[in-house]
């Protein structure tokens, strides 16, 4: 007859998830992924908690006649700066969680961060 979960044991192992998980977040904060779009002339700086640093124009992409091309290569740098971090941090956090954060894993616990 299998023996019942040891439920003490449990709750250390997802105590320590927890406190893993929140240094993990914490440590994204420092991380930084770069992207650029129209061939570098645009490079957006994002932080892995999502928190865009910086924003680099090349003074070439600037056109007075054309703004719109410059804003559509700004959205496109950011989106992916963004899309970047966003991989980043499931990457960090997922080494945390062994891939328990998402559908059916702890996220239906309704615990803090997951």
């Known amino acids: ?19 893993d998980m929140m240094a993990a977040q914490e440590a994204l904060k420092d991380e930084v992924v770069e992207a650029s779009a129209g061939g570098g002339m645009v490079k957006v700086r994002v932080t892995g908690d999502l928190v865009v640093k910086d ?35 499931a990457e960090k956090l997922g080494a945390v969680t062994g891939g328990l954060g998402g559908a059916g894993g702890l996220g239906g616990l309704g615990l803090p961060g997951f």
């Open 55 to 89: 924003i680099r124009i090349d003074p070439e992409a600037v056109d007075p006649d054309d703004v719109e091309l410059l804003q559509d290569t700004i959205l496109a740098a950011t989106n992916e700066a963004l899309r970047a971090a966003q991989e980043l941090a």
């Open 1 to 19: 007859m299998p023996q019942p979960p040891n439920m003490q044991n449990m709750l250390k192992q997802v105590q320590k998830m927890q406190q």
